[in-house]
């Protein structure tokens, strides 16, 4: 699949009595990144579950190259790669390898009996890890003892392995240091030249040079187009009130979370 078509259909997302997406829409065709940004508790991580199939929406639908994924996330899961977020190293406190995270997805995306892998298919799940970053000295190690870039970098290998023609990253720079996420961004605008990448996050600046679109959200609230369309001063402060600050094309998100 070349040229992925999403489009997210007028979804309203709620938790019991509380809405917190509501008539959201947007489409894209084909390879590429979209940012979408918002403050903390804007709704952008339950956009992703939706999208996933994780969520299902009160209203509306997911469609991918015209098929319905809406809140089943074993169909969506043919489609779509999910990088979660990480927020501690305590999460991740379970005994296993970065390389038994990788291959354990693969062998769950064949079909029955997929107990075997055969040695064409371990020379793959290594050329993803080799050119993720991810050197044959770091595949034996526990997940908990990487470093924060080493273990997103696991976490997009995971989502990559079984080669889906769309991914979502939610929040993939979190708890990784300065130089960790130049290179992480580097590795995330390696992907988008044959995937569609919808990409979380709290700073567009990092990503910005490879964005073709924003997704601006606050709760009920969102913008959706080109960097230049959405990055207005009138557009964020409706989204961020006057937590930013731009400076000629450069626009920098006052949060907590940077």
Request: with cysteine; hydrophobic share 35%.
């Amino acid at each position: 699949m070349k040229n992925p078509v999403i489009s997210v259909e007028k979804i309203t997302v709620g938790y019991g009595h509380e809405i917190v997406l509501r008539d959201l829409s947007f489409e894209y065709r084909g390879p590429g990144l979209i940012q979408v940004l918002g403050p903390n508790g804007a709704g952008k991580s339950t956009l992703l579950k939706t999208i996933t199939g994780l969520i299902k929406p009160l209203t509306g639908k997911i469609m991918v190259d015209g098929v319905d994924i809406t809140g089943n996330p074993g169909l969506a899961g043919k489609y779509i790669g999910y990088v979660p977020q990480i927020t501690s190293a305590e999460e991740l406190n379970y005994p296993i390898t970065l390389y038994e995270l990788v291959t354990c997805c693969y062998i769950l995306g064949k079909p029955w009996p997929r107990i075997r892998i055969s040695r064409g298919e371990r020379e793959y799940i290594e050329k993803l890890l080799m050119d993720l970053g991810l050197p044959r000295d770091k595949w034996f190690k526990r997940v908990d003892e990487l470093s924060g870039g080493e273990r997103q970098r696991g976490y997009i290998a995971r989502a990559l392995v079984r080669n889906p023609p769309i991914i979502l990253m939610d929040e993939p720079f979190s708890n990784i240091d300065p130089e960790g996420r130049v290179e992480l961004a580097e590795k995330i605008a390696s992907l988008k030249k044959d995937k569609l990448l919808i990409v979380t996050s709290h700073d567009p600046t990092i990503l910005m040079p490879y964005t073709d679109k924003i997704l601006l959200i606050n709760r009920q609230i969102y913008f959706y187009g080109d960097p230049d369309e959405v990055l207005r001063s009138e557009t964020i402060e409706k989204i961020y009130g006057k937590a930013f600050i731009i400076h000629g094309k450069h626009v920098h998100i006052i949060d907590s979370h940077i």
